[in-house]
T-cell receptor, first 109, second 112 residues
Framework: QKEVEQNSGPLSVPEGAIASLNCTYS??????FFWYRQYSGKSPELIMS????GDKEDGRFTAQLNKASQYVSLLIRDSQPSDSATYLC?????????FGTGTSLTVIP | KAGVTQTPRYLIKTRGQQVTLSCSPI?????VSWYQQTPGQGLQFLFE???????NKGNFPGRFSGRQFSNSRSEMNVSTLELGDSALYLC???????????FGPGTRLTVT
């Protein structure tokens, strides 16, 4: 079983819509959760971190964490074409970062 | 603060050669991790160094090795290069523990 699982997509949403990206993890002891955005040919860029259950909002981005369900999600409101990228979910149980394979998002103008 | 830097940014090598990649972490960060990223395999963890000690290691052959210096700068070495080693090699730093990890721009290695 993989440590972190994401739907590979591709996920397509129209401009202005809400994009919802999901991630599940296997280690119940995981304490730290992160979302990275990676444009084609570039390195991953950290966009959100979340450490406790509930929602965390930063601009158009909201990260949601449910430790009981071992589930973390990222919502992107008012999606823009510039949000088109691969989004990587990462989990750290305390000793190492584990990454999902990423979800490809395309925002259609 | 300056971000994570990696050198060189691009590299072309021939099968059988060896290569050394360098990474300078964010000032104050003591943990440096290395990843290999290919289109088919995604982001694969190579190893992590913390205070000059290898703390974690991924599932890569012994041709892949690394080290960390007292100033937290890290190097990664790949010996006897194979065509399959062509990839984007990413370095990431974090203060240590479960906090945010930041990536450098990567080194794109092409093996011919």
């Amino acid at each position: 079983q993989k440590e972190v699982e994401q739907n590979s997509g591709p996920l397509s949403v129209p401009e202005g819509a809400i994009a919802s990206l999901n991630c599940t993890y296997s280690d119940r002891g995981s304490q730290s959760f992160f979302w990275y955005r990676q444009y084609s040919g570039k390195s991953p860029e950290l966009i959100m971190s979340i450490y406790s259950n509930g929602d965390k909002e930063d601009g158009r981005f909201t990260a949601q964490l449910n430790k009981a369900s071992q589930y973390v999600s990222l919502l992107i409101r008012d999606s823009q074409p510039s949000d088109s990228a691969t989004y990587l979910c990462a989990v750290n149980p305390g000793n190492q970062f584990y990454f999902g394979t990423g979800t490809s998002l395309t925002v259609i103008p | 603060k300056a971000g994570v830097t990696q050198t060189p940014r691009y590299l072309i090598k021939t099968r059988g050669q060896q290569v050394t990649l360098s990474c300078s972490p964010i000032s104050g960060h003591r943990s440096v991790s290395w990843y290999q990223q290919t289109p088919g395999q995604g982001l694969q963890f190579l190893f992590e160094y913390f205070s000059e000690t290898q703390r974690n290691k991924g599932n890569f052959p012994g041709r892949f090795s690394g080290r960390q210096f007292s100033n937290s700068r890290s190097e990664m070495n790949v010996s006897t290069l194979e065509l399959g080693d062509s990839a984007l090699y990413l370095c990431a730093s974090n203060p240590g523990g479960r906090y945010e990890q930041y990536f450098g721009p990567g080194t794109r290695l092409t093996v011919t």
